[in-house]
């Protein structure tokens, strides 16, 4: 199943992913948490990217759509995959749409997870990551032991942009750039609109339902 995940910054998109790439077997490919690990490893990429990042602005789309082409090429994304933050803009998402033509395969379904932008200033406040691709919050879904990943126990971080006024400025990012994909992916039959604003569960279990499948385990 080839699914992309839509939405605001903070709408949950990555606490998603990780639940739908357990569930469903198939990869989450983020590339935020790309870019993210290429500026750790100080790569070239990172050191293109990196000032990018840290003011929220966007990477430009050649770049981006290339990183997805190599990602796409690994032997576990087979069966399928999950999207998370790609495409953001109208060229990405076109593309896209050519990058799989040539591989003979096509988005499934696109999940537009909503959440009012007042909730995702709060949420980014508390936001927690690890580098395994697993998101937390202070409050709303903390880890067990402070500051430590449940899953590999690694010490979580607290990402630069999420400082309020980089979240405000991302927010007005995704308004003018990535909001017109909703119309993109409508007209093509894709969407699926998912409330946001539940606790993480329930979001995860409306997904599920409306993708036809049965949550197990959770
Ligand atoms: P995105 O990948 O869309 O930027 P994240 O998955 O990183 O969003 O979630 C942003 C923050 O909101 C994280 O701290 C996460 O734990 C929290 N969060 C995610 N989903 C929910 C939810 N349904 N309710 C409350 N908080 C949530
Ligand atoms: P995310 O982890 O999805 O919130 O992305 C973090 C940051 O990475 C964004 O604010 C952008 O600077 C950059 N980024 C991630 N995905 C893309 C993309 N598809 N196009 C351009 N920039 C991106």
């Known amino acids: 199943m080839n699914l992309i995940l839509l939405g605001p910054p903070g709408a949950g998109k990555g606490t998603q992913a990780v639940l739908l790439s357990g569930a469903l077997k198939i990869p989450h490919i983020s590339t935020g948490d790309i870019f993210r690990s290429n500026i750790k490893q100080q790569t070239e990429l990172g050191k293109k990217v990196s000032d990018i990042l840290a003011s929220g602005g966007l990477v430009p789309d050649d770049l981006t759509c290339e990183i997805v082409k190599d990602r796409l090429q690994q032997d576990d994304c087979r069966n399928g995959f999950i999207m998370d933050g790609f495409p953001r803009t109208l060229p990405q998402a076109e593309m896209f749409e050519e990058m799989l033509k040539a591989r003979n395969?096509?988005?499934?379904?696109?999940?537009?997870?909503?959440?009012?932008?007042?909730?995702?200033?709060?949420?980014?406040?508390?936001?927690?990551?690890?580098?395994?691709?697993?998101?937390?919050?202070?409050?709303?879904?903390?880890?067990?032991?402070?500051?430590?990943?449940?899953?590999?126990?690694?010490?979580?971080?607290?990402?630069?942009?999420?400082?309020?006024?980089?979240?405000?400025?991302?927010?007005?990012?995704?308004?003018?750039?990535?909001?017109?994909?909703?119309?993109?992916?409508?007209?093509?039959?894709?969407?699926?609109?998912?409330?946001?604003?539940?606790?993480?569960?329930?979001?995860?279990?409306?997904?599920?339902?409306?993708?036809?499948?049965?949550?197990?385990?959770?």
């Open 105 to 218: 395969q096509k988005i499934d379904t696109v999940i537009n997870i909503t959440v009012d932008d007042d909730v995702i200033v709060k949420r980014m406040s508390g936001r927690r990551m690890c580098s395994c691709g697993k998101v937390y919050h202070i409050t709303g879904n903390p880890p067990k032991q402070e500051g430590i990943c449940d899953a590999c126990g690694s010490a979580l971080y607290i990402r630069d942009d999420d400082r309020e006024e980089t979240v405000l400025r991302r927010l007005k990012t995704y308004h003018d750039q990535t909001s017109p994909l909703i119309d993109f992916y409508s007209k093509r039959g894709l969407i699926i609109e998912v409330d946001g604003d539940k606790d993480i569960e329930s979001t995860f279990r409306d997904i599920m339902a409306a993708l036809g499948r049965q949550p197990d385990g959770v």
